[in-house]
């Protein structure tokens, strides 16, 4: 059992090799150069970096225009995706192909995603041409304020079908047995999916909200390819702009600090979030 055991760990050290060298390492020596005033010497000038980044404009539009897309995508998604996930759920056996559509985008590379997107809101596009047969003016969406309705709804579209998946595997943990004696007792399906689904899938459904909040923080590529480094809109303006446009300038420390800044904000929502699963856990229990 021990030799079992060693062979185990052999096996494992260059996994962890690669994630000391490449995660942990920089994860610690960057927050050293946060704390460094960017010079030849480095020298040490505590947190002066901290203070000069959150009193930065861009960077407050940055953080504050990142948790607005992300307070928008992440219930969007864990909403819609449930309702997809439990409507596959009728359709049993027939479902597997529909499911497969819905994950197609979420294996597609973004490139090809940007340039469908372009076509269907281009002035002259598909977006627009509905528009003008509802009787509507065209809108510009790919410049200024509205350039924020087709990144979220690209976002929505590239992630919904992945928390479908979790989803639809979590219900078919739930004994069918319950919606029946359920339905024979009068309940609704309304009532059914607050006191039947939802408790049994709550881990599940826990997962699928904290994976959205993870990935609307990764929105920047998308509006990255539409709207470039600087875009026209500051509504499209995220954190993920700001560090890499001082990672273009080389300012190590600008970058380091935004982003020990934002990883410690993200760790804060996440605690309340786990606070709040377990505290709803427990009221089911």
């Known amino acids: 059992m021990f030799r079992k055991k060693k062979v185990v760990w ?14 942990i ?4 020596g960057g927050i050293y150069y946060s704390l460094t005033d960017g010079t030849f010497q480095n020298n040490f000038i505590g947190f002066g970096n901290y203070a000069k980044v959150w009193n930065n404009t ?17 219930p969007a998604i864990w909403i819609i995706s449930f309702i ?15 499911r497969n559509i819905l994950l197609l985008p979420y294996l597609m590379p973004s490139a090809a995603l940007i340039l469908i997107w372009t076509i269907l809101f281009d002035y002259g596009g598909v977006v627009n041409k509905m528009l003008v047969a509802l009787g509507l003016d065209r809108v510009i969406w790919l410049r200024g304020a509205p350039l924020r309705v087709p990144i979220i709804i690209l976002y929505m579209w590239k992630n919904i079908g992945f928390s479908v998946v ?63 480094a600087y875009p026209d809109s500051m509504e499209i303006y995220t954190l993920q702009h700001f560090m890499n446009n001082h990672f273009a300038k080389i300012n190590y420390q600008y970058v380091t600090t935004a982003a020990y800044s934002f990883a410690i904000i993200v760790f804060v929502l996440f605690a309340l ?7 709803i856990r427990k009221g089911v229990n």
């Open 84 to 98: 997809l996930a439990d409507m596959l759920r009728v359709l049993d056996k027939h479902a597997k192909g529909f």
């Open 273 to 279: 979030l786990y606070y709040m699963e377990s505290r």
């Open 10 to 23: 052999l096996l494992l050290l260059p996994a962890f090799t690669g994630l000391f060298v490449f995660y």
């Open 166 to 228: 979790i989803f639809t595997a979590a219900f078919q943990s739930v004994p069918i047995s319950l919606y029946e004696f359920a339905s024979l007792e009068g309940a609704s399906p309304l009532y059914q999916e607050f006191k039947i689904t939802l408790p049994l899938i709550s881990p599940s459904a826990f997962l699928v909200f904290v994976m959205a909040w993870i990935n609307a923080f990764k929105i920047f590529k998308e509006a990255y390819y539409i709207g470039g």
């Open 58 to 74: 861009m960077f407050q539009t940055g953080l504050k225009n990142t948790l607005i897309l992300s307070v928008l995508c992440a």
């Open 25 to 28: 390492i920089p994860f610690f």
